[in-house]
């Protein structure tokens, strides 16, 4: 931190900072373990930019929601809403939210349908 005085609010994270260091030094020292420093390559972080920019099989899938009648999207979307559930009662919630980002897309099919 950089500043030309110490505001009381600053001290506070100062103090409750230094505090949570000084617990996991004893923590550390208790169980004999020695901090390392993280090494990992930079190109790992670059891939997942990359990634994004590739259309998966996934969403290719969906474009066939084109060809499908109102009725049909209606079952995919009651069947979609049971795969969330599913995937949110196994606290998968990375999955339980695509899926429901893909109903979103699929109820915004039926609107301009219409």
Known sequence: MYADKVTDSMQRAIDETSRRRKIQ???NLRHNITPESIIKEIDSVFESVY???YVTVEKLREEVVEFASPDEIEKMIR???KEMAQAAKKLEFE???EIR???RNLRKTLVFDI
């Open 101 to 103: 980002d893909r109903i």
């Open 51 to 53: 990634e994004s920019d």
């Open 95 to 97: 999955k339980a939210a």
């Open 25 to 27: 030094m004893d923590y």
């Open 79 to 81: 069947k979609m809403e």
